[in-house]
């Protein structure tokens, strides 16, 4: 019974940061968002990763909050092109863009306020 209480709670907590983690970065999307003046929130992740997890959580409401923004995000394992692209090295990268500029980056930062207010400021 005590086996069965462990599996069980060990299960919900990982569902708990069950967040849905696709790629959606192309070098053709990027382009023309930056050709029209978009601003653009890159984040780089991996797929075992608890931090990613959190900041790709955080991402997807900033996402609703922030709509005019446009959000990719890639799996830094598989995408090691994109890393090279852009010049990330650690997963957990977020990188904005703004008039074909990277205006900020942030490694391995989980703490929404502080993704909400760099993103105010925009």
């Keep these: 019974m005590k086996n069965l209480?462990?599996?069980i709670f060990l299960f919900l907590s990982f569902n708990v940061?069950?967040?849905?983690?696709k790629t959606t970065f192309t070098n053709e999307i990027f382009q023309i968002a930056q050709a029209d003046g978009k601003i653009v929130i890159i984040n780089s992740w991996q797929k075992t990763c608890?931090?990613?997890?959190?900041?790709?959580?955080?991402?997807?409401?900033?996402?609703?909050?922030?709509?005019?923004f446009?959000?990719?995000?890639?799996?830094?394992?598989?995408?090691?092109?994109?890393a090279?692209?852009?010049?990330?090295?650690?997963?957990?990268?977020?990188?904005?863009?703004?008039?074909?500029k990277e205006i900020y980056r942030s490694i391995g930062e989980t703490n929404k306020e502080?993704?909400?207010s760099q993103l105010n400021l925009l």
């Design 70 to 82: 446009l959000f990719l995000s890639y799996d830094q394992t598989k995408y090691k092109d994109i």
């Design 114 to 116: 502080k993704i909400y």
């Design 17 to 21: 940061y069950a967040v849905e983690k």
């Design 50 to 68: 608890y931090t990613c997890k959190k900041q790709i959580k955080i991402l997807d409401q900033a996402k609703k909050d922030f709509n005019n």
């Design 84 to 100: 090279k692209l852009l010049n990330i090295k650690y997963w957990t990268t977020i990188v904005i863009y703004q008039d074909n």
């Design 5 to 7: 209480f462990i599996v």
